[in-house]
């Protein structure tokens, strides 16, 4: 069992969809960072959080050190927004990444 | 620009020889990192150095070999020992490890 899960590994949307993208995590953490992965690979650092809820434009971060949880969000989804979502879980002085969620909004 | 440069971008590499992936960062950054990504697995981390002349293994950093004389480059030295080398990968540069941290554009390296 990986120490970081994302869920799901795939998702398929219509452009204006509400998007929820999930990670869990098994390790005590001080934060956890949302990256997003265009296909060129180039990976960009969109939220850090250790505890509640950021918000940047149509993305929101929210988080529950209690459960373990982790969720982004991204409202009015665009097919721009298409890219892989990666969580990373600050643990000690490492970071464990989650495999990733490749999300394709279609027009 | 401020930002974190990788080069090349492609590399092809025959079997058995060592290749070095170039990371620049101008960013003032004192940690930079190294990590590796393959097809349905996360990023693994294969070095990183917090200071100048100084730098750690990572999880999986066995056929692999860094350097870190001044603060704004760590190259990365893909030896001949590392079983499976074909991957992508990034480098790294930060303030620390529970800061954000600033990805280059990466490199794909292919061996033969």
């Known amino acids: 069992k990986n120490e970081v899960e994302q869920s799901p590994q795939n998702l398929t949307a219509q452009e204006g969809e509400f998007i929820t993208i999930n990670c869990s995590y098994s390790?005590?953490?001080?934060?956890l960072h949302w990256l997003q992965q265009h296909p060129g690979g180039g990976i960009v650092s969109l939220f850090m959080?250790?505890?509640g809820k950021k918000k940047h434009g149509r993305l929101i971060a929210t988080i529950n050190i209690q459960e373990k949880h982790s969720s982004l969000h991204i409202t009015a989804s665009h097919p721009r927004d298409s890219a892989v979502y990666i969580c990373?879980?600050?643990?000690?002085?490492?970071?464990?990444f989650g495999e990733g969620t490749q999300l394709t909004v279609n027009p | 620009d401020g930002g974190i440069t990788q080069s090349p971008k492609y590399l092809f590499r025959k079997e058995g020889q060592n290749v070095t992936l170039s990371c620049e960062q101008n960013?003032?950054?004192?940690?930079m990192y190294w990590y590796r990504q393959d097809p349905g697995q996360g990023l693994r981390l294969i070095y990183y150095?917090?200071?100048?002349?100084?730098?750690q293994k990572g999880d999986i950093a066995e056929g692999y070999s860094v350097s870190r004389e001044k603060k704004e480059s760590f190259p990365l030295t893909v030896t001949s020992a590392q079983k499976n080398p074909t991957a992508f990968y990034l480098c790294?540069?930060?303030?620390?490890?529970?800061?954000?941290?600033?990805f280059g554009p990466g490199t794909r390296l292919t061996v033969l």
């Open positions: 390790v005590g953490i001080s934060a």
């Open positions: 790294a540069s930060g303030t620390g490890h529970t800061d954000t941290q600033y």
């Open positions: 960013l003032n950054h004192d940690a």
């Open positions: 990373a879980a600050v643990s000690g002085s490492r970071l464990t």
């Open positions: 959080l250790s505890s």
């Open positions: 150095s917090q200071i100048v002349n100084d730098f």
